[in-house]
């Protein structure tokens, strides 16, 4: 059995993930799960590890959702049928931004816990 490696908690989330790099190409995907410090999204397109982009994703909080953006590193691609598992790093995310992430995440939790 391997031992989980990561640092905070995933929750599982089906959410629209846009992904540039360089602000120049866009690639869409969805969101699979999502935590503090990155998301994996599964896309048609390969995405080169290491690569910087900035993300762009909405999170259900509040009445009409937050839409936030972020800075991140591709930290793996694997693929998976036709399309790619990427799992992205959060590298710089704004204050509010991240707070609303983390009002989710804790929602989240709570619901988790409550199963």
Known sequence: MTAERRRDA????????????GREAFVHGTGINLSKTGVLCKT????????????????????????FTCEG?????????GDYLTGISF??????DSRKLQTFLKKRKGESNKR
């Open 10 to 21: 995933r929750f599982s989330v089906d959410q629209i993930v846009e992904v540039s790099f």
């Open 44 to 67: 048609d397109s390969y995405m080169e590890p290491y690569s910087q982009v900035s993300l762009l994703m909405t999170v259900p909080v509040g009445p009409e959702g937050h839409r």
């Open 73 to 81: 590193v591709v930290v793996r691609t694997e693929r998976e049928g």
């Open 91 to 96: 590298t710089s995310i704004d204050d509010e």
